[in-house]
């Protein structure tokens, strides 16, 4: 029999709305607090204000119960007993390092409402050492909570799953009594989880906060690997898919996160390996993650490959040329556009002189406010009428599964670049189209 607990999420953007929401079906009472009412509005009455699958059906779901609840009045997270901090760390304007000033305020706000007893759980991505200031921002106040570091891994597009079926659990916990404490009352949280069998890691603070950093580089590293193998494939004429299957059966290796093509953008992996970097350098120890600034560097170049091959297949010059780009999400099943690489080609080419059109099932208004200078339409077939050039740089299934033979129909020029080598090359080929990708022959 599982213990139903009060628990407060401070922010509710992606981490914190899909958190709440979970939680909520874990039998728990949640409140979720943001600064930004008109969030808080929508929320409230059930309609996440992003798309993610899943989401509106458990959000509507669980704000009915009564069990799942809104305020952006901080006060009302008086009666939890666990507090999630949940809020963004972006990346600062100008330079790499990590914008604390969202978890600053939250941790102040927390102290003005927490009991004894309770505990305070960080899952924001933070520069090390964050946790430790945290702590000494807490012992100024009496009565003091205790501090937690849970990070979190979840996947933008596949949210709710690794929610509630993380790979693994991890505390960051002080060693002494408070700390064992704080393990027991985390547990029950994600009794469920545990009961089956995710594994679970107990460690001091500076470990759960380098965990979460260690893995986003980790799987960065491991794109611009393959970016870079595909750049090798360029150079010779080898077939970069073939090669991440090849070696990708190395149980070793494995094939997951060895998909070559226009490379990582989003909310996560970009602003994390630049702010762990900056951190690195005032830690004295910037020589370790140097190979980081190379990841960085291959990710970027395959946007500039791209316009390149763009350029290539129009015999020299793209001005003028309508070149119809599908997607502008920063990958499938996401709205989100931060960092977004499918833009950044879209806009580069636009800059260059192209006539560019931009379609996407989920994130063209994301994409309309932030990029108001490109044209954006609703639909692939408005995107690829008259198109002397299509680009695919989101692979979303609608497009993966696109008909060659009915698009050539539509478009002016029959050229496809796929920057995400998700087409079946041979289907676009013997269908007529002038077929590329980053990577391959
Ligand atoms: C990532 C981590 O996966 C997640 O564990 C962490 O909590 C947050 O950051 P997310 O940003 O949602 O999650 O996206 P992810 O699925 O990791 O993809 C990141 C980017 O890498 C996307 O732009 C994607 O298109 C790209 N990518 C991914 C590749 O280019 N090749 C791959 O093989 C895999």
Not at 98 to 127: E, F, H, N, Y
Request: proline letters at 4%; glycine letters at 8%.
């Amino acid at each position: 029999h599982r213990r139903a607990l009060r628990i407060s999420v401070i922010g509710c953007g992606y981490l914190g709305a899909v958190h709440a929401a979970c939680m909520a079906a874990l039998g728990h009472e949640v409140i979720g607090v943001d600064v930004d009412a008109r969030k808080v509005e929508a929320l409230a009455s059930g309609r996440p204000p992003f798309y993610e699958p899943e989401l509106p059906e458990l959000l509507s779901e669980m704000v009915a119960t009564g069990r799942l609840q809104f305020s952006s009045d901080i006060s009302d997270a008086a009666s939890a007993t666990v507090h999630f901090i949940c809020v963004g760390t972006p990346q600062k304007r100008g330079e790499n390092k990590a914008d604390l000033r969202a978890v600053d305020a939250a941790m102040t706000a927390l102290l003005g409402i927490v009991k004894p007893g309770d505990v305070v759980v960080g899952k924001s991505t933070v520069p090390v050492g964050t946790a430790e200031r945290l702590v000494e921002m807490m012992a100024e106040v009496e009565p003091a909570a205790t501090l937690a570091w849970n990070p979190e891994f979840l996947r933008e597009g596949h949210a709710v799953k690794d929610t509630f079926h993380p790979d693994r659990l991890v505390y960051g916990v002080p060693d002494d009594a408070a700390g064992a404490r704080t393990t027991s009352l985390l547990s029950q949280v994600y009794a469920k989880a545990l009961a089956e069998g995710t594994p679970l890691i107990v460690t001091n603070y500076t470990t759960a906060q380098l965990v979460k950093v260690a893995a986003n580089s980790f799987l960065a590293t491991k794109i611009s690997f393959i970016n870079a193998m595909a750049e090798l494939c360029e150079a010779t004429g080898g077939d970069v898919v073939q090669l991440a299957d090849a070696i990708g059966h190395d149980a070793r290796i494995g094939r997951q996160f060895l998909n070559a093509g226009l490379g990582f953008g989003g909310g996560c992996l970009p602003k994390d390996i630049r702010a762990f970097m900056a951190r690195a350098g005032e830690l004295g120890v910037d020589q370790a993650l140097a190979f980081l600034r190379e990841v960085d560097s291959i990710n970027m170049r395959r946007r500039v490959r791209m316009v390149d091959l763009a350029r290539e297949v129009c015999e020299g010059s793209i001005v003028g040329r309508r070149v119809a780009v599908l997607g502008a999400a920063f990958k499938p099943e996401s709205d989100d556009v931060r960092d977004s690489p499918a833009l950044s080609v879209a806009a580069q080419m636009a800059l260059q002189g192209a006539d560019v059109v931009v379609t996407d099932p989920k994130a063209i208004e994301n994409a309309a406010d932030k990029w108001p200078d490109l044209h954006f339409v609703d639909t692939v077939e408005e995107a690829v009428t008259g198109a002397e050039l299509v680009l695919l740089l989101t692979e979303w299934q609608q497009y993966v599964g696109l008909d060659p033979v009915e698009l050539k129909r539509r478009v002016k020029m029959p050229r496809i670049l796929d920057g995400r080598n998700a087409l079946d090359s041979e289907a676009w080929r013997s269908a007529g189209w002038t077929y590329r990708a980053l990577g391959r022959r």
